[in-house]
């Protein structure tokens, strides 16, 4: 099986842009979420998706938001982009989203705010 | 809350010698927890998980895991490291709500 892919995988906007990532979760998965990992505040949830509906969201602005379509595949929009927001997009799919169900990680996207 | 702290942000064994990396967790309900492995310019790979059963946990690469629920610690341990072991390490907690919550990463130094 192929595994998650993210698209793209690097990056650069100016501040003020908005910007979407793409993820396309390993076949037979339902559940994708996403984290942003930056060398400060290292590895946060922002959202998991499941069948189309976001079950979770982390403490993050509304100026992120994600969606998922009927095909699993997801994708995350920051909109008015601050420097701040200069990390590393991972995407994981698993299963169902259970407790105990393993996540499988893209390569992620490296997004630089200039 | 759940949480998760990894102590130590590097640890740097020479090629050949014991891997410890340490995880402890804070959880008010029975815990499953998983260890990751992010090797540079890439996304996280699963070492190993608990959820249930026996508490000495195998993973791939010749890691293992013990939980021991009277310490809170699930840390990771491989009998004799590689050059190629070389990367950060995240232990995780994976909440009731559908995510992972992970402690800051351990970056593991090999020397030869």
């Known amino acids: 099986k192929a595994g998650v892919t993210q698209t793209p995988r690097y990056l650069i906007k100016t501040r003020g842009q908005q910007v979407t990532l793409s993820c396309s979760p390993i076949s037979g998965h339902r559940s994708v979420s996403w984290y942003q990992q930056t060398p400060g505040q290292g590895l946060q949830f922002l959202f998991e998706?499941?069948?189309?509906?976001?079950?979770n969201k982390g403490n993050f602005p509304g100026r992120f938001s994600g969606r998922q379509f009927s095909n699993s595949r997801s994708e995350m929009n920051v909109s008015t982009l601050e420097l701040g927001d200069s990390a590393l997009y991972l995407c994981?799919?698993?299963?169902?989203?259970?407790?105990?169900?393993?996540?499988?990680f893209g390569p992620g996207t490296r997004l630089t705010v200039l | 809350a759940q949480s998760v702290t990894q102590l130590g942000s590097h640890v740097s064994v020479s090629e050949g010698a014991l891997v410890l990396l340490r995880c402890n967790y804070s959880s008010s309900v029975p815990p499953y927890l998983f260890w990751y492995v992010q090797y540079p310019n890439q996304g996280l790979q699963l070492l190993l998980k608990y959820t249930t059963g026996a508490t000495l946990v195998k993973g791939i690469n010749g890691f293992e895991a013990e939980f021991k629920k009277s310490e809170t610690s699930f840390h990771l341990t491989k009998p004799s490291a590689h050059m190629s072991d070389a990367a950060e390490y995240f232990c995780?907690?994976?909440?009731?709500?559908?995510?992972?919550?992970f402690g800051s990463g351990t970056r593991l130094l090999v020397r030869p």
């Open positions: 994981a799919s698993s299963l169902q989203g259970g407790v105990t169900d393993t996540q499988y």
């Open positions: 995780a907690v994976s909440d009731s709500s559908y995510k992972l919550i």
């Open positions: 998706y499941f069948s189309e509906t976001q079950r």
